[in-house]
């Protein structure tokens, strides 16, 4: 699949549910009204989609939510999705959770397939972690990592830089992944969908993080890659790497290889744009795999050039787009 701007599609990520079990302060208000059951896709039919895309080339599909492995019976998709790793269709199937469900299911998870997985944690200090979260358990998720890397699953840490409450932490955070053999990104918060308070309070550009942290650690580019948007540096002193996800200050847009499916069948070809194809009529329709395929061709010949967020205190701090993160798949 080749989008207008040459850009080769090998990526699918896929919202398997909008729900979540906890209520980052960045990404949804407290009080969410998730989608009906009734709305969202089986898992059969996430399934099947899936299939179409890899039988397009996408070669990684990373499974996001909301929070994924709160999904009832989600591992039967990963053992499914899994079989195209053996089969050597798909060369890596992974997924992005909160690290709250990982004590359960960390084992099930690499006997699938999946080899690495990224972690959403923002501080490391059980009191801020739950004020963030609001309903995080943070001994929770450091059991989940435990268990994931005795497992063999090598984790990256995602943590989202907010001004005034992490940004004193960015180099115990590197000192901790180095320690304990992982990676980080961090991350720009991102203006999508409304939530209680103000993003341009949180808003802090990676550039100033980068700066705070090159006094501290030597950080030379790396060569290394992972299909996704990260910037990485090698950590001279640490041997792990830093990634830095910066779709405001530097949009990532150019080298753009990916889609990202809805838990309802939405395609969203572009993360910051509303333009999308609704997959679920198409697959519930009567003209099966060919219309399914006819509509993701459709699709990518739409694909945008890149997206347009901003955080602006002067447009009354309206989401770049009016849908939450959750719901597009973080």
Same mark, same amino acid.
């Given at each position: ?9 090998s990526?699918?990520?896929?919202s398997v549910t ?11 208000? @407290? ?6 059951k009734?709305?969202?896709?089986s898992?059969? @039919? ?12 996408v070669?990684?599909i990373?499974?996001t939510?909301? @929070? ?28 992005t959770?909160n690290?709250s469900q990982?004590?359960?299911?960390a084992g099930?998870?690499?006997e ?6 990224n972690?959403?944690l923002?501080t ?8 963030? !979260?609001?309903?995080?358990?943070f ?9 994931a ?8 840490i ?9 940004d ?8 901790w ?5 992982m990676?980080i990104?961090?991350i ?24 705070q ?23 001279a ?8 996800? !910066? ?6 847009? @150019? ?26 009529n ?10 399914l ?38």
């Open positions: 699949m080749i989008d207008p701007f040459g850009r080769k599609i990526y699918l990520r896929v909008d729900r979540c079990d906890f209520r980052c302060k960045y990404c949804m208000s @407290e009080n969410m009204t998730f989608l009906p009734k709305d969202v896709l898992l059969e @039919e996430l399934e099947k989609i899936s299939a179409a895309f890899i039988r397009k080339g070669r990684k990373r499974i939510g909301g @929070e994924p492995l709160v999904r009832k019976g989600i591992m039967e998709l990963f053992r499914n999705l899994g079989l195209y790793i053996r089969s050597g269709e798909l060369d890596e199937l992974t997924l959770t690290g990982l004590e359960k299911y099930e998870l690499f699938a397939g999946v080899r690495r997985l972690v959403s923002d490391r200090d059980p009191y801020r972690f739950q004020d963030i !979260t609001r309903w995080g358990n001994e929770k998720v450091m059991t989940g990592i435990r268990t890397k005795a497992a063999g699953l090598k984790i990256k995602n943590t989202v830089a907010l001004k005034g409450f992490n004193h932490e960015f180099n115990d955070l590197v000192r992944v180095g320690d304990e053999g990676d990104t961090f720009e918060t991102m203006p999508m969908g409304t939530i209680d308070g103000h993003r341009s309070d949180q808003y802090l550009p990676l550039s100033d993080v980068k700066q942290l090159a006094e501290n650690w030597t950080l030379t580019p790396s060569a290394y890659r992972t299909g996704g948007p990260s910037d990485y540096f090698d950590v002193e640490t041997g792990g790497r830093i990634g830095f996800i !910066t779709p405001l200050t530097h949009n990532f847009c @150019e080298s753009c290889n990916r889609v990202r499916l809805t838990c309802t069948g939405i395609l969203y070809m572009c993360l910051g744009q509303e333009d999308s194809a609704n997959l679920k198409v697959l519930r329709g009567e003209n099966g795999a060919a219309a395929d006819a509509a993701i061709d459709e699709a990518i010949g739409r694909k945008p050039k890149g997206h347009d967020f901003v955080v602006d205190r002067q447009n009354d701090d309206r989401p770049a787009v009016p849908r939450h993160m959750s719901v597009t798949g973080g």
